[in-house]
C-alpha cells in the first residue's frame, strides 16, 4: 500500500486499539520510517485529536532520545503519522525476554530517558505515559522517547483530552499526585521513570495489587521496598537516589535534567568526592622552633685572652620550610652539647698554659743547693773573687 503517494508500507510492527505501526519506505528519500495509521476516527471520539496532538508535541521536539515526527496528514479518510524508524525492541519487551538489567545498563537507560524528558519538558510537555512499552532501544540500545499519544502541554489549562476526573496513564506507573486527580507536571514523568528503573532492576513494578485502584493507594500510602532488599545489586547511592524518583511529593524528586547530569556522570557508582585543595599554612606570631636567629658568637673567659675559644652557633635562613622544622630543632637540641665540649676544651688549654708558666718560671725553692766540697757556685760576688 502506498500512503500519500510516497510511503509504501511493508510488515506491520504493532497493533493497538488507536491504530497500528507499519514498517515503510520513503521512496522520495529512499529511508525506511515508521507510519502509524488511525484505525478509525469513529470509535472513539478524542482519537483524532489526540492523535493530532501527538503529531505536534513529537514535531516540537529535535532530540536524540527522542523519536522524531517527520510527516502527518490523512490518506483515505485515516490519518497517518510518519516517524523515525527504530531498529530495536521496547524495554517491555526486553523485560519479559531478560526479567532484569544489571545495575550499569539501567543507569545507562536512565540518563538517556532523563535527557529525553528535560528536552521535553523545556517545551512545555508532559508526557504522561512513561513506561517500558514507550521506551524504545535502537540498534545500539540507545533509549528513544516514544507514544506522544496523551502528553499535554503545561500551558493546557483544560488538562489534555479527557473527561473531568478521568485519570489517563497507566496505574503501575502511575504519580502519587496522578491518582488524586492533580494536574500531571514535569515531577510526574520523573516518577513515572523511577517506576521503570526500579521494574529494570527488580523485575517487578514497586506495586502490584489486584486491581488498578489498589494499586493507587500503594502509590499514595505505601513506601516502596527498597530493591536491594528484592535482590537487586546496585549501589546504595543508586538506590538511594532511586528511592528519591519514588517520593510521594512532586517538589522532593529530581528534575529531568537533575537526574541525566547525575546519571551520566557516574555519580550512581557512589564514588567518593574528590578531597578539596590543601591551603597552605597561615603563619602564627608563635617562636618557630624551625627557625635559628641571627649567628652569634659566644667568648669563654681565660686567663689568656688572646687564647680565648670562641662557639659559633651556625645561622639558618629565617625562612626555612616547614618540611625542616623537625631537623632544625634537632640542631637547637645539639648546640648545647657542642658547647659545653668546646668549654671543657678551653679549660684543658688554659691549665696547660698555667703549668708551663709555672715550670719555666725563676723561683730559689726550685734551686739546687750545692754539696760541701763542690767547686760549683749559684751566683758571684760583686767582686768576682772567692771569699
Same mark, same amino acid.
Given at each position: 500500500?502506498?500512503i500519500?503517494?510516497? !510511503?509504501r508500507?511493508?510488515t506491520?510492527l504493532?497493533?493497538?486499539?488507536m ?15 515508521a507510519?502509524?495509521?488511525?484505525? =478509525?476516527q ?10 493530532r496532538?501527538?503529531? %505536534?508535541?513529537?514535531g516540537?521536539?529535535?532530540?536524540p532520545?527522542v523519536?522524531g ?11 497517518f ?7 530495536g ?20 537507560i536512565a540518563?538517556?530517558?532523563a ?12 508526557h504522561r505515559?512513561?513506561?517500558?512499552g514507550n521506551l524504545?532501544?535502537?540498534a ?6 516514544g507514544?506522544?499519544?496523551i502528553a ?13 476526573g ?5 496505574s503501575?506507573?502511575?504519580? /502519587? ?6 494536574t #500531571?507536571?514535569?515531577? =510526574? ?11 529494570l ?6 506495586f %502490584?495489587?489486584?486491581?488498578a485502584? #489498589?494499586?493507587l493507594?500503594?502509590?499514595l500510602?505505601?513506601?516502596p521496598?527498597?530493591?536491594r ?5 546496585? /549501589? ?10 519514588l517520593?510521594?511529593?512532586?517538589d522532593d ?13 557516574g555519580a ?5 568526592e574528590?578531597?578539596? #585543595?590543601v591551603?597552605?599554612?597561615?603563619r602564627r ?8 636567629g /641571627?649567628a652569634?658568637t !659566644?667568648?669563654?673567659?681565660s686567663?689568656? /685572652?688572646?687564647?680565648?675559644a ?8 629565617a625562612r626555612r ?18 658547647a ?12 696547660a698554659?698555667?703549668v708551663?708558666?709555672?715550670?719555666f718560671?725563676?723561683d730559689?725553692s726550685?734551686a739546687?743547693t ?15 773573687a772567692a771569699?
Open positions: 500500500m502506498l500519500a503517494g510516497r !510511503y508500507l511493508h506491520t504493532g497493533r493497538g486499539a491504530g497500528e505501526v507499519w514498517r515503510a519506505q520513503d521512496e522520495m528519500i529512499g529511508r525506511p520510517v507510519v502509524k495509521l488511525l484505525l =478509525s469513529d470509535a472513539d471520539p478524542t482519537a483524532a485529536a489526540r492523535f496532538l501527538e503529531a %505536534q508535541t513529537a516540537r521536539l529535535n532530540h532520545h523519536v515526527v517527520l510527516d502527518f496528514g490523512s490518506f483515505e479518510d485515516r490519518l503519522l510518519v516517524m523515525e524508524l527504530i531498529e525492541d521496547s524495554l517491555s519487551h526486553v523485560l519479559a525476554t531478560t526479567g532484569t538489567l544489571p545495575a550499569e545498563r539501567v543507569a545507562r540518563a538517556q530517558a535527557a529525553g524528558l528535560a528536552a521535553a519538558h523545556q517545551q512545555g510537555i508532559v505515559d512513561i513506561k517500558p524504545m532501544l535502537d545500539d540500545g540507545n533509549v528513544k522517547i507514544d506522544f499519544g499535554r502541554f503545561m500551558d493546557d489549562l483544560a488538562g489534555g483530552l479527557t473527561a473531568t478521568q485519570i489517563v496513564g497507566t503501575l506507573y502511575l504519580a /502519587p499526585e496522578r491518582a488524586l486527580g492533580k #500531571a507536571g514535569p515531577p =510526574s514523568d520523573m516518577y513515572s521513570l523511577g517506576c521503570v528503573l526500579y521494574q532492576l527488580t523485575g517487578r513494578p514497586p %502490584q495489587a489486584a486491581s485502584v #489498589a494499586i493507594h500503594h502509590h500510602d505505601t513506601a521496598t527498597p530493591p532488599e528484592l535482590g537487586a545489586e546496585l /549501589p546504595p547511592a543508586f538506590e538511594n537516589y532511586l528511592l528519591g524518583l517520593a510521594k511529593q512532586p524528586r529530581p528534575t529531568a535534567q537533575q537526574a541525566a547530569s547525575w546519571y551520566s556522570t550512581w557508582q557512589g564514588r567518593p574528590p578531597l578539596p #585543595a591551603r597552605p599554612a597561615q606570631n608563635k617562636p618557630d622552633l624551625g627557625v635559628v /641571627p652569634t !659566644y667568648a669563654l673567659p686567663a689568656a /685572652p688572646s687564647h680565648g670562641t662557639v659559633t652557633r651556625d645561622v639558618a635562613g620550610s616547614r618540611r625542616r622544622r623537625r631537623s632544625g630543632v634537632g640542631e637547637l637540641l645539639t648546640q648545647r652539647p657542642r659545653v665540649g668546646a668549654a671543657a676544651g678551653a679549660v684543658v688549654f688554659l691549665l698554659v698555667l708551663g708558666v709555672a715550670w718560671s725563676p730559689s726550685s739546687e750545692p754539696r760541701p766540697g763542690s767547686d760549683s757556685t749559684v751566683g758571684s760576688s760583686p767582686t768576682g771569699p
